[in-house]
């Protein structure tokens, strides 16, 4: 099952795509549908915590844009 999603803009009136378009590409840079971004990985049951630390990172980065 697909995902619902905010549709493509360019189809909306101007001054509702103005305000949509910030919050769909915030969206899809977090969940990692935006063209470009990187998927990340689940992880393993037996992850180290060293490796649950870099997994948490990576998603505050793209929560925060930092990375």
């Known amino acids: 099952m697909k995902k619902?999603?905010?549709p493509p803009?360019?189809?909306?009136?101007l001054d509702v795509a103005r305000v949509l378009e910030p919050i769909k590409a915030n969206v899809e840079i977090m969940s990692g549908a935006r063209p470009g971004s990187t998927a990340l990985s689940p992880l393993a049951t037996t992850a180290t915590l060293e490796q649950v630390i870099t997994q948490l990172n990576a998603i505050l980065s793209r929560i925060d844009q930092s990375g």
């Open 9 to 13: 803009t360019s189809t909306l009136p």
């Open 4 to 6: 619902p999603a905010i």
